[in-house]
């Protein structure tokens, strides 16, 4: 049992929510830093951590302010910090890719120097990513694989994961990065093509929506479960010597591969439902990503469990149950066979 103390940005997020779970069966005290919305319904604006809302401490703050971050690290002692916090949505960076670079190089940079001038002793992580290898120049992808960007997400990703590697170089402080491949679960946001594809194959099953637009269906991801992957960031702050690490199951899918086994577990066929719509596809896209997760396995003695079959199995699952209730109420839906 510990009784450290962390900070998680990007709290309320996927991959948050899932850390501060774990930290907290560890006994940890969890704080969390959160951004001001205009969302005002906790239980929708903290959905993800609506039940250990009571067992965290939350301190209103921006990326996109130094002082906020400042302020969060003068006035708490930290021993951990996960810097989880980002624009996370690659499509949204090409639309808007200064508030992207702002938020996630400008805000990478902020809480590193803060926690440089005032905890230098917390150790850092920072959620580095597989889309920082881009165009890839080969196959799988390991830590010395040369990144090459696709996206102002995967260069904001490179420049952070720089920004880390310096702060540990320089100054000496114990910063890691993790390069996590895509990871999803019943919290990833509904935008990402994972979440589309079985919410709205569970809507489709349900008598809710009639189809799914979908951009490219032939990009291949190396997907894993997110509960997992957070639990790899938590082994690294742990170790001995700070260092950077590749997560990934090893095994990569197509997107239309995600699509066949999500409606085929609803007992529909994907080609009656899914229709390509070119507003989906990216300026520059990232064809394929496959992992090797070796150096993990060796020295964290982390291995993924779940495998793809079953990960679709569980987010389609967990859609159809939220989504039979708001069925049950709609008049003239009924779910198809
Ligand atoms: P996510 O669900 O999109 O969560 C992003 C979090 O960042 C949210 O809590 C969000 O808060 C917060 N945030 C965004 N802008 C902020 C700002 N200006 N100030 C403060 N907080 C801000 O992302 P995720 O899937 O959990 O991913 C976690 C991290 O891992 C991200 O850095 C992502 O880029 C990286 N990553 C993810 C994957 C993956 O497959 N999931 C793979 C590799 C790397 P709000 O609730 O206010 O929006
Ligand atoms: N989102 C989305 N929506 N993606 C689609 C769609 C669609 O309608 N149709 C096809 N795709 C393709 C995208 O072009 C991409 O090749 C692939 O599906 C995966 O897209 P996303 O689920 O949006 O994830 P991502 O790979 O771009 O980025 C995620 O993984 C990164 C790690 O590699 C995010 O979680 C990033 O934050 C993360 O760093």
Redesign the pocket.
Known sequence: MSNKRALI????????SYLAEQLLEQDYEVHG???R?AQEDPAKRLGRIAHIADRVKLHP????SFASVYRVFAENEFDECYH??????VAESFEDSFSTMD??VS?THFVLEALRQLRPECRFYF?????MFGKVVESPQVESTRFYPRSP?GVS?VTGFHLTRNFRESYGLFCCSGI?????SPR??LEFVTRKITSTAARIKLGLADKLYLGNLDARRDWGY?AEYVHAMHLMLQQDEPDDFVVATGVTHSVREFCEVAFSELGLDYNEWVEVDPRFYRPAEVELLIGDPAKAKDKLGWEPRTSFADLVRKMVASDMEQLSAQADHATGHTARP
């Open positions: 940005t990007g709290i309320t997020g996927q991959d948050g830093l959160i951004r919305v703050g921006s990326l996109e989880l916090a980002a624009q996370s949505f938020i996630n805000g959620a580095g990513s597989s889309e997400y990703k996590l491949f895509n990871h999803e990833r946001g997110a």
